[in-house]
């Protein structure tokens, strides 16, 4: 079957724009991940969907990062005026459910911000 | 807070060879722990899963011990060969309301044939 996909895969936009990156995950998947690699970093935990919970946007790192999910399909994850330290691979996973079940990912989008 | 390490950060060996990859995390309290494969400009693959109960996981050449009162985890890979080249990232979850992964930053392996 399908497996997690996102796109774009790669985007490059100059400091101070906007930028939407989508994730589409597996069907019948209730929960859903964000997570951002940056260049010598370990992967770290943005925000979490599960089922229609509110969310969890612990590690949003400021308030110019948001995300959406409608229902337990696609999530757009949307940042405003983008900076330079922005630049990363934004990774989306999902799962069956919470905890037990191993998360899967997509591909990444690829961010650059010049 | 939860800290995952993975040392050494890059290893090379000659194909054929068994090796071992280490993980250690800070705090026990976790729910399960995952190992994935990275290749570059790739995302994540998922190779296996133990849960917190589980001592032990295998699939196909790889094995994975977990010992959680001791924060630690091994990947065990069998005849090595240079498709086996990636980086390989340990995580865990403490499960819960939020079973986010915390992850260490990866091992990078190279096979020479």
């Known amino acids: 079957g399908a497996g997690v996909s996102q796109s774009p895969s790669n985007k490059v936009t100059e400091k101070g724009k906007d930028v939407e990156l989508r994730c589409d995950p597996i069907?019948?998947?209730?929960?859903l991940y964000w997570y951002r690699q940056r260049l010598g970093q370990g992967l770290e935990f943005l925000i979490y969907?599960?089922?229609?919970?509110?969310?969890?946007k612990s590690g949003l790192p400021s308030d110019r990062f948001s995300a959406e999910r409608t229902g337990e399909s696609v999530s757009t994850l949307t940042i405003q005026r983008t900076q330079q330290e922005d630049s990363a691979v934004y990774l989306c996973?999902?799962?069956?459910?919470?905890?037990?079940?191993?998360?899967?990912f997509g591909p990444g989008t690829r961010l650059t911000v010049t | 807070k939860q800290e995952v390490t993975q040392i050494p950060a890059a290893l090379s060996v000659p194909e054929g060879e068994n090796l071992v990859l280490n993980c250690s995390f800070t705090d026990s309290a976790i729910y399960n722990l995952q190992w994935f494969r990275q290749d570059p400009g790739k995302g994540l693959t998922s190779l296996l899963l133990?849960?917190?109960?589980?001592r032990e996981q295998t699939s196909g050449r790889l094995n994975a011990s977990l010992d959680k009162s001791s924060g630690r985890s091994t990947l065990y890979i069998a005849a090595s060969q240079p498709g086996d080249s990636a980086t390989y990232l340990c995580?865990?979850?403490?499960?819960?309301?939020?079973?986010?992964?915390?992850f260490g930053k990866g091992i990078t392996l190279s096979v020479r044939p």
């Open positions: 969907f599960q089922g229609n919970s509110a969310p969890d």
């Open positions: 133990i849960q917190s109960s589980q």
């Open positions: 996973a999902s799962s069956i459910d919470r905890a037990r079940y191993e998360q899967y």
């Open positions: 069907s019948g998947h209730t929960a």
């Open positions: 995580a865990v979850s403490a499960g819960g309301a939020n079973s986010k992964l915390t």
